[in-house]
C-alpha cells in the first residue's frame, strides 16, 4: 500500500529519554513498564514494552528512543500505555529499540 507524505506527517514520532523502567509481570507476554520524558512541549508518558529479551532495566534508564505520540493511550491490564515505543525484530523476532546515533534534545519529531 503506497501512503502519501501527508499521511506520513499524520504520525507524530518523538525522540524521549527512558526516566524510570520497571517489571511488569501483569502483562500476558513479558515486558517493562517505562517512563519516557519527551521534553517541555509533550513532558513524561507512559509505554509498555516487550523488550526484555536485549535490555535489562538498569540499562534502560537514560536511553533515546523513538516513540508515536499521537495515538490514543492503551489499556493494557492495569497499564495505561500513552506512547507506542518503536522498535525492530532481530533474527528471532525480539524486539530491538530504535533511537537515535547521537544524543539528540528531547521531542525532537523525525522526519
Given amino acids: ?3 502519501t507524505f501527508d499521511d506520513f506527517l499524520k504520525v507524530d514520532i518523538r525522540v524521549g529519554r527512558i526516566t524510570r523502567a520497571e517489571p511488569f509481570p501483569e502483562a500476558r507476554k513479558p515486558a517493562f513498564k517505562l517512563w519516557i520524558d519527551f521534553g517541555p512541549e509533550i513532558g513524561e508518558k507512559k509505554s509498555s ?3 526484555t529479551k536485549h535490555y535489562r532495566l538498569e540499562d534502560l534508564v537514560g536511553r533515546q528512543v ?3 505520540v499521537n495515538f490514543p493511550p492503551r489499556q493494557i491490564g ?3 500505555s500513552e506512547v507506542l ?4 525484530p532481530d533474527a528471532e523476532g525480539e524486539v530491538v529499540l530504535i533511537g537515535p546515533g ?3 534534545p528531547l521531542g525532537g519529531r523525525l522526519y
Fill in 102 to 104: 547521537h544524543d539528540v
Fill in 49 to 51: 514494552a516487550q523488550i
Fill in 85 to 88: 515505543t518503536l522498535g525492530v
Fill in 66 to 68: 523513538l516513540a508515536v
Fill in 1 to 3: 500500500m503506497t501512503i
Fill in 78 to 80: 492495569p497499564v495505561k
